[in-house]
Each structure stands twice: as structure tokens, then as C-alpha cells.
């Protein structure tokens, strides 16, 4: 080896402050700056590697998920190979987004940073900006300056409600608000620009790379927003004569396949079922393709009609299942023979004008509706899931949705009943875990006490997130950690120490240190747990975890 070639590695190595493991199935990159940061980026997004999902940058780290353990060991050892001094070479366009500089934290920026009103215009407007990452939500850029004359804190009471639209500087950077969200950077201004949109080739305005121009305007400028009415449902369903209706939606109905992976970059969490074995199990049953779309709902209540003859599987909750003709009144069916009861874990026949009932759970807390042929309709970034954070997909069923249902691929046939076991409601639920990426916030004691003891699964969880109650955690370091791309499993802890476990509408980027990141095989039993039942955590290293194989890209 030259003395060229010596010092040409021993920078790249300089460059890569360390690799820790996320979980089974990701890695979280350590880079001592913004450059290295983005030529790690750039040069997994230009050539992507075996079983690579997703890189999500950040100020300092990225994170690399993929779709096997194996995966996410060989790209660890591409990742020290790499020369991370290398110049960036992005292929990047130039945005020019018009703004109204009247946001309600402009005198105070004024004032954080020594200029007057006209002189943070002048800042904001004289640089060119690049995008360096995107997080937060769908269409959310980090932009950073030329210069650090706009560096102002975040707000110390961060506001509920940011407008969409909203233009905003946190600490080095400036951002637009795709939507409106809570958020804690200083508002300085608006623009009626569309920073995500699903009708565009490319949804996201401004993509990581990119550079912008912001233009200082005098109109006023305003953001539209376009919602779907759902009025004249019932008239729809009348209509109709193909697919199925739904009577009752129950608590919180959905339309899910197995999600969106691939599109964290842009702030897009991968969503899809929360119990992914349960939706494939469905489909297998129905004789459909395991990533084929259908209804996921939580504690029972749906009913759905049948406007034509139709095969179906519930898998996931224990649930009673009763049909009868849609006609029949409340109380009838004691006196009829017409009403019948079907299995779960197994194929059944919903006849034209037959009605299903999903009752409420035994066991288990969400249920899976599969559909011979799988449930039509458009498809956002390449999947049919409703993301509950974003926004992005269908909307949650309301009663008279009328679902239609995709032809049956030739061939196909309908499977064997299938079950597993579900959660003992008795019992703690153990999920085992890889401590880290961030376990070094805590002390030896903490993690123990994390390990050791049963958490509760509170009313507040939801498709985010498991909301853990117990005896608080408490960190071994101060200060906040900089937001840092995030997994499904994932176990962040907040300030007030009650743990939250990560699911599918998990945000992509997240600013607390997680613990530990619960192994994917143990996720599926994370989806259904009720409020009220506890968990406890198994500490695994990544040697100690059974082989499994490689998914599918919507895995």
C-alpha cells in the first residue's frame, strides 16, 4: 500500500465515527459532519445494495434499514469500505418558492439574531439553501444556509398547531410546513407552494440535494386545502352492485396491505398492517398474494354487506363472526335458521345481500378481513395502506364506503385453515430486543430496570405507537439528542421516561433516545395488545437471534 493510499484510508475511516445496530434489520451510521453525511447518502442512494430498504439522513447520522439480518451485516461492512471524504455529487434542481414574510415569530427572530424585520427577509432571501435531508412528515425538507446569520433556537413551548404552509427556522435550519402539524420552530413567514403532492411524478417539491430560493412577495398568499367529501355515501352503495358495503365501521377500520417501504428519504414512514402475518395469513386463505390489500379493525364492530358474492378470512383477534341476511332487525335472528356463524383462521362464502358481523375480541385486540381478489382501488406511492400520521392513502372506513373488490387471479385457490396463538391476556407479552442504538443515554441500572420490570399498555396507543406505563426511566446525560432517523420497534424514551414503542405510522425522524429496538419477528405480537396488558422486554444481541429470511419489498 502507498503513503497515498494509507492516508486516503485512514481519512475515510476518520470520516465514520461508528455503526450501531437498530434492531435486527437496520443500522445507525455515526458521521462527524453534514458533508459525510450526504456522501454516505448519495452513494447507497447511486448504488443501492442487497436487501436495502430505506437511508434516512440526518444531521449527523444515517440510518440504513434493509429487509434481513444478513443484509444489514454486509451493509455495515460495505459502509467502512466506503470513502466518505469523496465530494457529493447530487443531481439536484434549483426551487424558487414565493413567500409572505408576516409569520408571527418575525420580531422575535429580529431579535435573536440582531437584525431588524427587513434584515431577516434580507438573510432568509439573499442565500441559496439545500435540502440536506427530509423528516418530520411527508415533503419536509431540512434546508441549510450559506451563512449562520439565521440560527435562532427553537421555541420553548412548541405550538400545537402550525399552519400548512407555515415557513419556519429551527436552530441552522429553515423548513416549510407541508401540512399543518404541531411544531417548535420560529414561523417567519408563508407560501401558498405545495411542498407534497401525490399528483405530481415526484410528490415532494424539494428532495434532498435540491437548492432553494425563497422570493420575498407582496400578495397575500394562501394555501388551499382540499378535503374528500363524504357526503352521499349511502346514495353510492345504492348504486353499487359489485364489492362490499360497509354497514358499521366500528372503532377504527382500515385499508391495509403490507405498506410503503422505500420512501423514508422523503419522510414517508413505510405504515401498512400492524399485524403483517395476520393480513398475509388472510390472503393465503382467500387464495390472494400475500401483499394484497384488506380491512384491518380494532376491537370488532364492522359490519359489511356483501352487494355480490364474495369469499372472506378474518384472521388476527379472536372474534365471533355471525352472518344473516342484511335485512334481518335486531332480535330476528333468534327466530330464524337463516343466520349462520363462520370461523376465524379460515375461508368462508358471503353471499349477495349477507351480512358479516365482527363481534368484540376474546383474545388478541385487531382483526384482518381478506378478500378474494383483495381490495381495489388507487394506489398511493405503490400501496393501498392507510397511513393514520401522514395522511397519505385511503381514508378510514365510515359507514356506506363501498369497497370495491379486484377479479381473482387465474388459478388461484382458496387455502386450509390456519391459526396461531395469540397474547395471553394474563400473562406479560415478552418482545425481545437489541438495546440501542442509543442505550449509552442510560445507565447500566436504567436498562436493567427497563428489562426487568412489566410495562402497561396504556389507552393512548394507536397505529404510532405502544404507550408504555411503569416506573419512569431517567437518563445518565443532559442536553437533547438531534433528530435521527427512526424504525418500526423502535423503544424511545421522553423526558417524563415512559416508554413508546414504535409501529407502523411511526414518524421517520425522532429527537429521543431509544433504548432498544424490538427484533422484527416480535413485532406482530406488539399489534395486538390491548390496553390494559403488560409487556416485559428480553435483551438480545444480534448473534443470538435465529436466522431469519429475506421479505418481500413490502415486508
Not at 429551527?170 to 407560501?191: D, E, K, M
Request: net charge negative.
Amino acid at each position: 500500500m502507498t503513503a497515498q493510499q494509507h492516508e486516503a484510508q485512514t481519512a475515510a475511516h476518520a470520516a465514520l465515527t461508528g455503526i450501531r445496530p437498530a434492531g435486527d434489520r437496520a443500522i445507525l451510521v455515526e458521521l462527524p459532519s453534514l458533508d459525510a453525511v450526504l456522501s454516505l447518502q448519495a452513494q447507497l442512494t447511486a448504488h443501492p445494495q442487497p436487501g436495502q430498504v430505506d437511508v434516512i439522513a440526518a444531521a449527523s447520522t444515517v440510518l440504513i434499514t434493509t429487509d434481513s439480518p444478513q443484509a444489514a451485516q454486509a451493509l455495515a461492512a460495505h459502509v467502512r469500505s466506503l470513502d466518505l471524504e469523496a465530494p457529493t455529487e447530487t443531481a439536484g434542481t434549483l426551487v424558487t418558492i414565493d413567500v409572505v414574510y408576516d409569520g408571527e415569530d418575525l420580531d422575535e427572530v429580529a431579535t435573536l439574531t440582531g437584525l431588524d424585520r427587513g434584515g431577516v427577509v434580507a438573510a432568509h432571501t439573499g442565500q441559496l439553501w439545500t435540502a440536506a435531508f427530509a423528516g418530520f412528515a411527508p415533503g419536509f425538507a431540512y434546508l441549510t444556509g450559506q451563512d449562520s446569520s439565521l440560527e435562532v433556537p427553537r421555541r420553548r413551548s412548541p405550538r400545537t398547531a402550525v399552519p400548512a404552509g407555515a415557513v419556519a427556522l429551527g436552530g441552522a435550519y429553515s423548513a416549510v410546513y407541508p401540512r399543518q402539524s404541531p411544531g417548535g420552530w420560529q414561523l417567519i413567514g408563508r407560501t401558498d407552494a405545495a411542498m407534497w403532492d401525490l399528483g405530481r411524478e415526484s410528490p415532494a417539491l424539494v428532495r434532498p440535494g435540491d437548492t432553494v430560493r425563497f422570493n420575498a412577495v407582496r400578495a397575500q398568499a394562501t394555501v388551499t386545502h382540499h378535503q374528500q367529501s363524504n357526503a352521499g355515501a349511502a346514495s353510492k352503495e345504492a348504486q353499487a352492485t359489485e364489492g362490499l358495503a360497509v354497514r358499521k365501521p366500528g372503532l377504527q377500520s382500515t385499508i391495509q396491505d403490507l405498506g410503503r417501504p422505500g420512501y423514508a428519504s422523503l419522510g414517508v414512514s413505510s405504515a401498512g398492517a400492524m399485524d403483517r402475518g395476520a393480513l398475509r395469513r388472510a390472503n393465503r386463505l382467500v387464495g390472494n398474494g400475500e401483499g394484497d390489500a384488506g380491512i384491518e379493525l380494532l376491537f370488532g364492530g364492522l359490519e359489511l354487506v356483501a352487494l355480490s358474492d364474495q369469499v372472506l378470512a378474518v384472521t388476527g383477534a379472536a372474534v365471533p363472526l355471525e352472518i344473516m341476511p342484511d335485512g334481518l332487525r335486531a332480535g330476528e335472528e333468534r327466530r330464524t335458521t337463516a343466520v349462520r356463524h363462520a370461523a376465524c383462521d379460515a375461508p368462508f362464502a358471503l353471499l349477495a345481500g349477507e351480512r358479516l358481523t365482527v363481534g368484540t375480541p376474546t383474545a388478541g385486540l385487531r382483526s384482518y378481513v381478506g378478500v378474494r381478489g383483495g381490495l381495489g382501488g388507487p394506489e398511493a406511492l405503490g400501496s393501498r395502506s392507510t397511513d393514520t400520521m401522514s395522511g397519505i392513502g385511503p381514508e378510514p372506513l365510515q359507514a356506506g364506503t363501498v369497497l370495491p373488490v379486484r377479479t381473482p387471479k387465474p388459478g388461484s385457490i382458496v387455502g386450509h385453515p390456519e391459526a396461531l396463538p395469540l397474547p395471553d391476556r394474563n400473562e406479560a407479552t415478552v418482545l425481545r430486543v437489541v438495546p440501542g442504538p442509543r442505550e449509552d443515554w442510560f445507565s447500566g441500572e436504567t436498562l436493567q430496570d427497563f428489562l426487568t420490570q412489566e410495562w402497561t399498555v396504556t389507552p393512548q396507543s394507536n397505529r404510532i405507537g405502544l404507550r408504555l406505563n411503569g416506573h419512569a426511566l431517567t437518563r445518565s446525560r443532559d442536553g437533547e439528542l438531534a433528530s435521527e432517523g427512526t424504525v418500526r420497534g423502535a423503544v424511545q424514551v421522553p423526558p417524563e421516561g415512559q416508554p413508546v414503542l414504535f409501529l407502523s405510522d411511526h414518524p421517520v425522524t425522532g429527537g429521543y433516545p431509544v433504548i432498544a429496538v424490538v427484533v422484527h419477528a416480535d413485532l406482530d405480537k406488539a399489534a395486538q395488545l390491548p390496553p390494559g396488558t403488560t409487556v416485559r422486554f428480553a435483551a438480545m444481541l444480534p448473534a443470538e437471534l435465529p436466522e431469519t429470511p429475506k421479505e418481500s419489498p413490502h415486508a
